[in-house]
């Protein structure tokens, strides 16, 4: 069938439906077990960086560009030549850059954090002595995001998320009437889940914002900053262009790693803001840590050699990750097509597809394709509060599985979504 | 001369202080540049881990004990071998141990921003939600234990430090009886700066506190847990066996790391403590982090294979530390043995030497150090807002400079205790 289902009679939709189900059964006995849950790199891509393992083998390859020994304490922002690699890929100067670990989920949860206990500059008032702190959600969105809200208490006000940022209008009327407003999270390109590429004039908005808050900021999480999966590939401008030297000069934190680069656990991180948010960040910082792990920093420098190095490396993902994206477009292409059942984003980089399906139904289709050994992110996880209130919305995670598991994973998944949509449609 | 300063004559003193001058002229004109003042591990001590900084070559190196790709993401609490590790050194079960980064200051800081952010458990109240959180600070002690008390505005009452421990007599009366006492600093083997073990009797008094605080935490920071310069070395009390099944099950956080044991800035840590205090502080980690760096965790555990491992390789240490730690204590032997102006600490294990010199003088041995090209510890450091009130007491850091630098540094740090003391006897 290849007609929208809405335009199918009776007759019709009991058939295919006898169809789906027979076909649904005989999936179910096999005994699958896939996953497109997780926004994980997969064993190939984790691969590519296999040589940084060794890269340092005597205590003389570990000198810093500085000559400092990189082995011992010391240098809390990062060594010079990671936050030259850093500050190359951002566009900004290394006086903007903070050399963090492992995680930079761990410098935005500390940069909450630390405006919660502290406040985000001396004499502003810590948050936890607000009576009252909100954060702007662009919705659909990443978890992680809004995990660290329900941590700390701050109410999220969900902001529809579209193909050029979030809806800016909204932003603008809440952000410059409520001083509650703390924060957005955003994740400018390739948007956590949607793909979606801010807008310049989306960009040029965020930093003319003109916010009620004194000391709001905006969340700038550019995880997938290289991540592109074709040699066209959009641009994002640069914020800090446009509010350098501004009212605006210190609204910006943001946060960058190569966790999807190097290896996903043992990357290294960045935050990334004004000269006097970073000092700000490090007057506290001292306190917290000596430093975070600069052999590892140094590690990457040394395979990357350069920004350029780094940017050449991407293009391995690229090459990698592509027909994964690609196996699961065609088939929802071919599947769902012309079914008038679904839409979903078409992403040129990031880790992530979102499919959108008939309103009601996310999660009978999670729950089909669960039963069928084919394991979705959990519904509602791209929304504040784990709640999609259209119950419509799912994350494709398209990196992980071996491409002809992400196949057939991917047929389940059409299948389940056309019989829940010949469900609701029925009902 | 060789006779206590406090039995010379007029005419002996001004004689000796003229030598001394003259002396001290020559050393300063020598333009010295020696360091004492950081616990840093030597070059010498850092080398004895290089092997493990290409131990894992290939991907298929990168495997846990339990199969999983530790290059990826997960694995929040830490790998299962790291846990293990850390709990048969530290005697504990692995349900008890949580795996850190390369900075267990950084789980201290975490473990107060914790408790002031959310509370020490479900139900308590955060800390900044207390109108008053003071924290019991034995004295000399470790300076950034201080500085987390005061980035979180704590108020630090100094308990005197001896050589068994705390002075217990106080730490036991004003826990149980002062409810904004939170908690307690404690580096309960070789303390820094002094050295000292606590007895016994100390940790057994330690484990029986009986706290008005229902959220009162035992900080045992066991940073030199085996860290012993001698064979025959002082054992500490396991203070996990006498608080289990007690009502201070969940008292006591305990953390340590590997910076002293491999590479000091790239290490790993561990936070130690009753189960469920363990999984409280996952419940909040889970927002802040996906995981620490578990290709480091792996390196240790491949580097050491086992506890006995990690011990064996500690005397490898003791070796490079013992004869730096001695040629201090023999110039302090020689230089002011009979003279009646300082004490000091020979301690069996840690970092630090503590020297009490005439009350009033440290800061003027710190300078006339200084002007001879010496630098030692800031005078302060080692007491609550830097300010030790008989601002006599000197840390010495005997691990970092080559051992002919140390045997001059010692030198002059003596000469400029016998001119300081001469200085203050004839005022």
Redesign the interface.
């Known amino acids: 069938m290849n007609k929208p289902i809405s335009q199918m009679s009776r007759c019709e939709l009991i058939a295919e439906m006898n169809e789906l189900t027979a076909e649904y059964e005989k999936i179910k006995a096999a005994g699958l077990s896939l996953d497109m849950s ?1 926004g ?2 997969c ?1 190939e891509q ?2 590519l960086s ?1 040589s940084m ?2 890269i ?4 003389e ?2 000198l810093s560009a500085s000559g400092e ?7 809390l922002s990062g060594i010079p030549e990671a936050k030259k690699l850093f500050a190359d890929i951002c566009g900004v100067n290394t006086e903007n850059v903070f050399v963090g ?3 930079s ?2 410098l935005m ?2 940069a909450v ?1 630390r405006a ?2 502290f406040g985000t500059s001396q004499g502003s008032t ?1 948050w ?1 002595k607000c009576e009252k702190v909100k954060f702007l959600c662009p919705a659909p969105g990443y978890d ?1 995001h809004f ?2 809200c ?3 208490g701050i109410e999220m006000i969900p902001v529809e998320m579209r193909e050029d940022g979030p809806d800016m209008d909204t932003v603008e009327k809440l952000v410059s009437s409520d001083e509650s407003i703390k924060g957005i999270w955003c994740v400018p390109k390739y948007s956590n889940p949607t793909g979606a590429v801010y807008s310049d004039e989306t960009v040029r908005r965020f930093a003319a914002l003109t916010p009620a808050a004194k000391d709001f900021r905006v969340f700038w999480d550019n995880a997938y900053i290289i991540h592109d999966l074709y040699d066209e590939s959009p641009k994002l401008l640069n914020i800090f262009d446009l509010t350098r030297g501004t009212e605006n000069e210190d609204m910006v934190y943001m946060f960058t790693s190569t ?1 999807k680069i190097t ?4 990357g290294i991180s960045a935050f990334i803001s004004s000269a006097a948010n970073i000092k700000e960040a490090l007057s ?1 910082i ?11 920093q140094l590690r990457h420098c040394k395979f990357f050699g350069s920004a350029d190095g780094v940017r050449e490396h991407m293009k391995k993902h690229a090459a990698i990750l592509r027909p994964r994206f690609e196996v699961v477009l065609d088939a929802f292409e071919k599947e769902l097509g012309s079914r008038e059942i679904a839409t979903w984003t078409r992403p040129r980089g990031g880790y992530f597809i979102s499919l959108d399906i008939t309103t009601g139904s996310a999660k009978r289709v999670y729950e089909l394709c669960l039963d069928a050994g084919v394991k979705l992110t959990g519904v509602g996880a791209t929304f504040p509060y784990g709640k999609d209130p259209k119950n419509s919305n799912l994350r494709i995670a398209p990196s992980y599985p071996p491409i002809e598991e992400l196949k057939k994973a991917a047929e389940v998944l059409c299948l389940c979504v056309k019989i829940a949509a010949i469900e609701a449609f029925s009902a």
């Open positions: 997780r994980k790199p064993k984790l691969d296999d393992l060794s340092l083998k005597s205590g390859d570990c020994d990189t082995r011992n304490y010391g240098i670990g492992n995680a989920l761990q949860y500390d954090a919660e206990l810590p936890c992680r995990a660290i329900e941590a700390f966790s290896h996903a656990g043992a506290h001292t306190a917290q840590t000596i430093s975070y792990d600069k052999l590892n």
